[in-house]
């Protein structure tokens, strides 16, 4: 993430889980939806 202002670490995730395939997979297609429909998102 950008800030303007110095970010603190106050902890750390130990016991993340990631998004199954099938998730991501329906993730992916809905940006390509988007993206067909002319709204791409916007990442500067």
């Known amino acids: 993430y950008r800030s303007k202002d110095p970010l603190r670490v106050i902890?750390?995730?130990l016991?993340?889980?990631?998004?199954s395939?099938?998730?991501l997979k329906a993730?992916?297609?809905g940006?390509?939806?988007l993206k067909n429909l002319?709204?791409?998102?916007i990442e500067d």
């Open 21 to 23: 395939a099938e998730e």
């Open 15 to 19: 016991n993340w889980q990631g998004h």
């Open 27 to 29: 993730m992916k297609d």
């Open 38 to 41: 002319g709204l791409e998102a």
């Open 31 to 33: 940006l390509e939806r």
């Open 11 to 13: 902890g750390e995730v």
